[in-house]
C-alpha cells in the first residue's frame, strides 16, 4: 500500500519561513510528478506548486519567488520550501503524486493527509 505522509506544518508569523516534506512509502516502481496543493476554509484545493520527474517546475501566480519545490528521488521525497509567508497562505497543504506501481504500469495519483499551515498577521 503505498501512503504519502507530510510533515512540517505549523505556526509561523507572517514574513516566516516553514519547509513542507513528503515522503512516499510502500510498493511501487517509479514516481512521476510529484505535488503541493492546499486548501483554505471554504476555498477550492488549489495547485501551490509541482515538480516533474525530469525536474521542471510549476507554480502558482500567488506563491513564485517566495516558494520552492524540489524533490530528492532516492529518497522519495518532495519539499516546500516557503518563505516570506503571508496571512492568505494559511491552508492545509496537502501532497500529491504521480505513481507507477509497476514498470509500463498505469499511473496513480495519491494523496498525502494534509498538514495545517497557519500564518499569523
Known amino acids: 500500500q503505498v501512503q504519502l505522509v507530510e510533515s512540517g506544518g505549523g505556526l509561523v508569523q507572517a514574513g516566516g519561513s516553514l519547509r513542507l516534506s513528503c515522503a512516499a512509502s510502500?510498493?511501487?516502481?517509479?514516481?512521476?510528478?510529484m505535488g503541493w496543493y492546499r486548501q483554505a476554509p471554504g476555498k477550492e484545493r488549489e495547485l501551490v506548486a509541482r515538480?516533474?520527474?525530469?525536474?521542471?517546475?510549476n507554480y502558482a501566480d500567488s506563491v513564485k519567488g517566495r516558494f520552492n519545490i524540489s524533490r530528492n528521488n532516492a529518497e522519495n521525497t518532495v519539499y516546500l520550501q516557503m518563505n516570506s509567508l503571508k496571512p492568505e497562505d494559511t491552508a492545509v497543504y496537502y501532497c500529491?503524486?504521480?505513481?507507477?506501481?509497476?514498470?509500463?504500469?498505469?499511473?496513480?495519483?495519491?494523496w498525502g493527509q494534509g498538514t495545517q499551515v497557519t500564518v499569523s498577521s
Open positions: 500529491n503524486a504521480d505513481l507507477l506501481r509497476t514498470a509500463g504500469g498505469y499511473e496513480y495519483n495519491y
Open positions: 510502500g510498493s511501487f516502481f517509479s514516481i512521476n510528478t
Open positions: 515538480i516533474f520527474s525530469g525536474g521542471s517546475t
